[in-house]
């Protein structure tokens, strides 16, 4: 059974950074692509940032040149490292999973920008 746990949340002051991670578990196999999504209250959850299993990477506008994805492709591991944070990035963060078959979602991590 595929697992997805992300870490890294938390409550953060106007132009602090956060590191959210995300560990799988369980057989995944052909990985399309790794990414993170955040949901605020009473929005539609939105695609933050992905990277694809040739590192090719895509960003909200909103978060260009603030926040970086990476990938462990041996741990099967995502990151998301987030700089400048700003109140409009309060959300719950989670991890997700593409590949051929399956879209896999972790249970999600609550970041909070105070101003």
């Not at 490292?81 to 590949?99: H, I």
Request: with cysteine; net charge positive.
């Amino acid at each position: 059974q595929v697992q997805l746990v992300e870490s890294g949340g938390g409550l953060v002051q106007a132009g602090g950074s956060l590191r959210l991670s995300c560990a799988a578990s369980g057989s995944i196999f052909n990985i399309n692509a790794m990414g993170w999504y955040r949901q605020a209250p009473g929005k539609q959850r939105e695609l933050v940032a992905a990277i694809t299993s040739a590192d090719r990477t895509n960003y909200a506008d909103s978060v260009k040149g603030r926040f970086t994805i990476s990938r462990d492709n041996a741990k099967i591991m995502v990151y998301l490292q987030m700089n400048s944070l700003k109140p409009e990035d309060t959300a719950v963060y989670y991890c997700n999973v593409q590949t051929r078959l399956f879209d896999y979602w972790g249970q999600g991590t609550q970041v909070t920008v105070s101003s």
